[in-house]
């Protein structure tokens, strides 16, 4: 038995040590770091991409998405109020998301990371495998279900509300 294992201990941890680098190679990026990932709010993202924040804040209306909440607020019920947040704010319900306007009011808002992911880690490295880059109309799905959807076509929009 001792030979056996020591045969398999030789000769076995070569392919499974490769096996091994492989994987920890492909889960580099954002899944290694899923489990610190938290939302920073757009503001954070200013200074790097100063182009896509400021046509964000003047032409999306994600940018000022909690004011449509604001606007009917009266009619409605706290639990209501808290059905809006998860598409007009930043991460509601989420590890590090939005809780309440007085907790995260950077967050308030339906920002860039309601597309491109938490930023927390991509801030400070700068790394672009820290922040989801490539994106497909799955990312707009969760928000924009058939119902809320007006003169919106994925397809040819899928830089649409964006910057
Ligand atoms: C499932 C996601 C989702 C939820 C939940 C949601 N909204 Fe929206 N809301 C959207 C989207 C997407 C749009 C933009 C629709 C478009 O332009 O195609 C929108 C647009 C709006 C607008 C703007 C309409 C206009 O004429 O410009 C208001 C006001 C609004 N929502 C209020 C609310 C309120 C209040 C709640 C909670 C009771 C709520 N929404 C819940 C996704 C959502
Ligand atoms: C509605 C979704 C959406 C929001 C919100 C959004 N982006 Fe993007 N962003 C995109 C899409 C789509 C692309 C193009 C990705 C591709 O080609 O697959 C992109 C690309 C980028 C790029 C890569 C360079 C480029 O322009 O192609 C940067 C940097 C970027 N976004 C930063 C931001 C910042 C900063 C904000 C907030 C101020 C933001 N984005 C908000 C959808 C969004
Ligand atoms: C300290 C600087 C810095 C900050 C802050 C920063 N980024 Fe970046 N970001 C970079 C650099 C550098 C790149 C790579 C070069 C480029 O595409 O501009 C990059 C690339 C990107 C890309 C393209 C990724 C790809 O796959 O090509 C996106 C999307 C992006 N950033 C989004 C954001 C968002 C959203 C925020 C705010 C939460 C943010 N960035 C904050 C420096 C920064
Ligand atoms: C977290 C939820 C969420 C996600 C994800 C999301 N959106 Fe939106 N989007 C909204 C809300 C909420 C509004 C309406 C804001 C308002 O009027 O209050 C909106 C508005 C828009 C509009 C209306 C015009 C404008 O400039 O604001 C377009 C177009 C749009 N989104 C495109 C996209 C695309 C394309 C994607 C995917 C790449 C996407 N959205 C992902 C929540 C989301």
């Given at each position: 038995m001792p030979r056996i294992s020591k045969f398999l201990a030789t000769y076995m941890s070569l392919p499974l040590m490769t096996i091994l680098l492989v994987f920890a190679q492909a889960s580099c990026g954002l899944a290694q770091i899923k489990g610190s990932l938290a939302y920073v709010g757009s503001s954070a993202c200013k200074d790097c991409h100063e182009k896509e924040y400021n046509s964000f804040m003047t032409h999306a209306k994600k940018s000022v998405s909690f004011r449509s909440i604001e606007r009917v607020k009266?009619?409605?019920t706290e639990e209501e109020i808290k059905g809006c947040y998860?598409?007009?704010?930043?991460?509601?319900?989420?590890?590090?998301?939005?809780?309440?306007p007085e907790k995260t009011p950077h967050l308030k808002n339906a920002g860039c990371?309601?597309?491109?992911?938490?930023?927390n880690v991509h801030i400070k490295t700068?790394?672009?495998?820290?922040?989801?880059?490539t994106l497909t109309t799955e990312d707009c799905e969760a928000c924009h279900i058939s119902e809320r959807v007006?003169?919106?076509?994925?397809k040819p929009l899928i830089h649409g509300g964006a910057h």
């Open positions: 009266k009619e409605l998860y598409c007009h704010t930043t991460g509601y319900g989420k590890q590090g998301g939005f809780v309440s990371e309601v597309c491109h992911g938490p930023g700068t790394d672009v495998t820290h922040i989801k880059g007006r003169a919106f076509r994925y």
